[in-house]
């Protein structure tokens, strides 16, 4: 039993080594490449398996590239990573038909454009000791002919307050013109467009591959805007009249005169008291009527004066005759 417990711990113990060193992390791990620039091709796999929880990435780009501008501007790119459950990715890109750089690394940041003609990764172009990945130098540099793309960018606005971008490559372009959107790619064949709605209220900032940048906001049609592309305004309902409180008395409606007609609107009040204009007979009956009135008190008055004015004049005329 002893010798049977002894021989089992020594087959044991090496194959417990063995699966302790199946795996490898990300950071140390090592790899080996194929690549193709021409074809715009790269294969990568790694030496042993990265452990669980454990990611590189990868990525290839193409630029178009020329001595007119002096640069490189992307054309193509792709990206992929290797994990713990894929040893090996591909990855492939189109090449411009004309003077371009194609490029595979160690990593997946990736420059839209270059100011120059040189390759701007390093250490991290797959084939250098940087990029831990064993195989031919990953970089590429090709074509025989500068690279003439005619990107076009124009604005196009509505009364609405939307407004959107029509993207253009001339038909006499040998290559496809490269569009940058808020950080996304387009790329037009020579005679092609499309178009590229703006968000309302914001503006839209475009980079194309002859190294321009445009930068639109919304604003008035130069042809103008008529009432007609504008929405209509909102029906309003009509106002009730307000009712009349059961207090009031409303007197009856003054006929309209013989001569014309009146149309009564929509707002107009449900009642309306008109002051009667006094004419001239009811004027003077009214008069009339005060006068009168008037006179029967003042000869009531002037007799009742009358009246006393008698009884003391008899008096004085007594005391007179009759002196005490």
Not at 20 to 47: D, L, P, W
Not at 95 to 104: D, L, R
Not at 144 to 153: D, L
Not at 241 to 263: D, E, F, K, L, N
């Amino acid at each position: 039993m002893l010798l049977l417990a002894a021989v089992a711990t020594a087959f044991v113990a090496p194959v417990t080594a063995s699966a302790a060193e199946s795996c490898t992390a990300a950071s140390s791990a090592t790899f080996r490449h194929t690549f193709n620039g021409n074809s715009g091709k790269t294969t990568i796999s790694s030496v042993r398996p990265l452990c669980p929880g454990q990611t590189q990435a990868f990525a290839m780009i193409a630029y178009t590239a020329g001595t007119g501008n002096a640069g490189q501007f992307v054309y193509s790119t792709d990206r992929a990573s290797i994990t713990s459950s894929r040893r090996s990715v591909s990855l492939d890109v189109v090449v411009p038909p004309c003077n371009t750089q194609v490029t595979a690394i160690l990593g997946n940041e990736l420059l839209d454009e270059v100011t120059s003609t040189d390759n701007p990764y390093g250490a991290r172009t797959l084939g250098t000791s940087g990029s831990r990945s064993s195989g031919t130098l990953a970089h590429y540099r090709g074509g025989s002919a500068e690279c003439q793309p005619q990107p076009r960018v124009a604005f196009t606005n509505a009364c609405d307050g939307s407004f959107q971008a029509t993207l253009s490559n001339a038909a006499s372009a040998n290559v496809s013109a490269g569009f940058l959107v808020s950080g996304r790619l387009t790329r037009l064949a020579p005679g092609r467009s499309t178009t590229v709605p703006a968000p309302i209220g914001g503006s839209l900032t475009i980079r194309d591959s002859s190294f321009t940048t445009y930068v639109g906001t919304w604003r008035p049609p130069a042809s103008g805007c008529t009432t007609g592309n504008t929405p209509p305004p909102a029906a309003t309902a009509p106002t009730a009249a307000p009712p009349v409180p059961p207090s009031v008395a409303v007197p009856p409606a003054a006929s309209a005169p013989q001569s014309g007609t009146t149309t009564a609107t929509a707002d107009a009040p449900a009642a309306v008291y008109v002051t009667p204009t006094p004419t001239p007979e009811t004027t003077a009956t009214a008069l009339k009527k005060a006068m009168s009135t008037s006179s029967v008190i003042a000869i009531a008055f002037g007799l009742v004066l009358i009246g006393g004015g008698s009884i003391l004049l008899v008096r004085v005329i007594k005391s007179l005759r009759d002196p005490a």
